[in-house]
Structure formats: C-alpha cells, structure tokens
C-alpha cells in the first residue's frame, strides 16, 4: 500500500491521465483507440530525450557553465544572475526540465552557506527556465505537441513568442537585481567534458537531426531509427534516461481528447466555452493540471495554435504544479540542508504569481 501511494504521489499526472483515458472510453463505441495517438509527437519527444541525456552524460552543460562563472572573488548577484540565465537559455535548446536538472544541484551547493538567498535564486532560475524554453519549438514538450498538431509555420511560431520573450529577459533582469549583492568568497568552479569526443559529436549530430525534424525537413522514422541504433551502438544507458511516464501520459490524454471528441454534446459545450477564451483558459487550466496535459487536452476543442502556444507557456508560471518542470526545482531543494519547503513555496508563489499576471496582461495586450 504504501509503495502505492509513492508511486502516486511521484507520478499523479500519468495516473490521472490513465484514470481519464479509461474512463472516457466507457462512453464510446469500442474503437482502435491507438489511432488517436500522435505517434509523430511520442516518436519526437522520445529521440530528443535520447540525444539529451547523451549531453548529460558528457557533462557538457555543467562543463559550460563552469567556465562562465569563472574562479576568484564572487558576488552573490552577480553569480545568481548567471545561474539564472544559463537556465534561461540552455532551457530553449534542452528543455526547461534538463537545464533544471542541469543547473538547480549547481545553485544549491554554491549558495549552501545562503539559504534565504538559496531560495529566491531557485526560484526565479526555474521561471527563467519555463519563460526561456517558451522560444523554440523544441524548448518544452508542449511546444513541440502544439507545433506539429497544427502544422504551424516557423513564422506563426515565432511571431507569437518572441514579443513575449523580449519581455521575459527583461523582467527576470528586473528579478536578479533583487538578489543581496554580498561576497560569496573566492569560489573555484570546474567541470570537464566527459567521455570520448566522438560520443559528443554523434549527440550534437542526433540533436541537429531532431530540430530538423521538428522543423519537417527529415522524416521522424529515420530520425527515430538512426536514435535508437546509434544509442544501442554508442551507450545502452541512455535508453534509462527517457522520461517514460511523460510518453504515457501524453498517449493517455491522446485517447481520452479522442474519445471526447466523439461525443457531441460535450465536445460542442468545451468548443463554446474555449471561443475566444482559448488563451485565459489554457493558463488557467495549467494552473490544475500542468501546461502540457492543458496543451493536449485543449488542442482537441479549438484551432487557435497562436492561443494555446501562449497560455500553455505562460501558465507554466504561478502553482508550482503549473510545470512539471517546477516540481523538480522543488525536489533538489528539499534534499538541501534545512531545507524549509514552506517558505520555499510562499516564495516561489509570490514570484510567480507575479510574473504569471505581468507576462499574461503583455501578450493579452499586444501580442493577441
């Protein structure tokens, strides 16, 4: 029972998702249920895990940052506004989860003897990571869902997010200078590239054909064979590093927005209500559910791609269930020493909440 109640607790998203799928087929003629999964989407997601964890098993995003902190004498701010940015762009390439992963263990042992100071540095770095990872197609999974369920346009992507993302630096920039300018000490940071440079390059060549496409210039069968066999050949462990339960829960939500679709009463009642509302209602229901189960589930209801785009990216701020992402900030710093997870969230709230009601009145504003 317990070990019930762990699994859970650590995968409530994917269990609700299940919950929803089968529940939803009860209440529609017998079907091929698998047709409403979007291979092209799951097969993506699953080949830009691979090549990912194949950075992070070179070390290269801690190697980088390293050398972009330097050594010598250390100022808090200063040192907390690289951390911050470092997630912010390393988010658009890796995804907002893997710069977390990357960057967060890194912030906690720097700021280990500044707990209060600690606390704001997570969390304006795990917003400027969901805010950053808004940029690209591939930043975030529910980008990258949106992007190929609509067939959208490098421009009618681009054109949505990047007002918004101007916007962004400048307010996480207005968020670092509250950071306590005080000495950190004279700080010695160093990390090397490991494994053979070879592996590195294989990775960066199966990251480059992912974008691609993403982007539809190669076919997602070749790319996700040409993954599968150079993981096999180059480092069986990486197969480990997927995010199974996320390629779940994605495939649930398939089935239960297709089975809903299917029944007219209330797939007419959601397309009313979602009129219009498309970008108040996919932030709002991220606030719940998260921003990539809101993305799927909403995508079935309207075909406003530009909407969705922006309130499933911006909803990712305010709750800390808002981005999965989030969750994972939350848990590097509760394996901290003294961690206090009440004053975390109070903090973590306000910030967010914040930025959620400044970046959605802009895009409300100027950008729809």
Request: proline share 3%; net charge neutral; charged share 10%.
């Amino acid at each position: 029972m317990k070990a019930l109640m762990e699994f859970f607790k650590k995968e409530f998203t994917l269990v609700i998702a299940g919950i929803a799928a089968l529940v939803s087929c009860l209440f529609v003629p017998v079907t091929n249920y698998m047709n409403y999964i979007n291979a092209d989407t799951i097969g993506l997601l699953f080949c830009l895990m691979i090549a990912i964890a194949g950075f992070r098993e070179s070390n290269l995003l801690s190697a980088v940052s390293c050398k972009l902190l330097g050594n010598g004498q250390a100022f808090t701010r200063r040192t907390g506004t690289i951390l911050i940015f470092i997630s912010f762009f390393a988010s658009m390439f890796f995804t907002n989860d893997v710069a977390l992963i990357a960057f967060v263990p890194m912030t906690a042992s720097i700021f280990r003897k500044r707990p209060d100071t600690m606390m704001y540095v997570i969390t304006v770095q795990t917003a400027a990571a969901n805010l950053g990872s808004m940029l690209m197609p591939f930043g975030n999974p529910q980008n990258l869902y949106l992007y190929g369920h609509y067939g959208m346009t490098p421009g009618e992507f681009f054109s949505a997010v990047l007002p918004v993302s101007a916007i962004n630096i400048i307010l996480i920039l207005i968020l670092c200078l509250f950071i306590k300018n005080e000495p950190l000490g004279t700080e010695s940071h160093s990390a090397e590239v490991t494994g053979k440079k070879s592996y590195l390059i294989m990775y960066t060549v199966l990251f480059i054909m992912c974008l691609l496409a993403v982007f539809g210039v190669i076919d997602v069968i070749v790319v996700f064979a040409s993954v599968c066999v150079a993981a096999l050949i180059l480092d069986t462990k990486l197969f480990a590093g997927v995010d199974y339960s996320l390629l779940l829960t994605f495939a649930f939500f398939f089935i239960f927005v297709g089975n809903i679709q299917n029944i007219g009463a209330v797939r007419e009642f959601i397309t009313k209500l979602l009129d219009g509302r498309e970008m108040l209602a996919s932030a709002a229901v991220s606030q719940v559910i998260s921003n990539v189960p809101a993305a799927v589930m909403l995508s079935g209801f309207t075909d406003n791609a530009r909407a969705l785009v922006l309130g499933t990216n911006i909803g990712g701020l305010g709750t800390i269930v808002a981005s999965l992402a989030s969750l994972i900030s939350l848990r590097i710093y509760m394996e901290t020493d003294n961690a206090r997870p009440i004053k975390y969230m109070g903090i973590f709230t306000l910030v967010n909440v914040i930025l959620l009601a400044a970046v959605y009145s802009f895009a409300a504003y100027f950008v729809m």
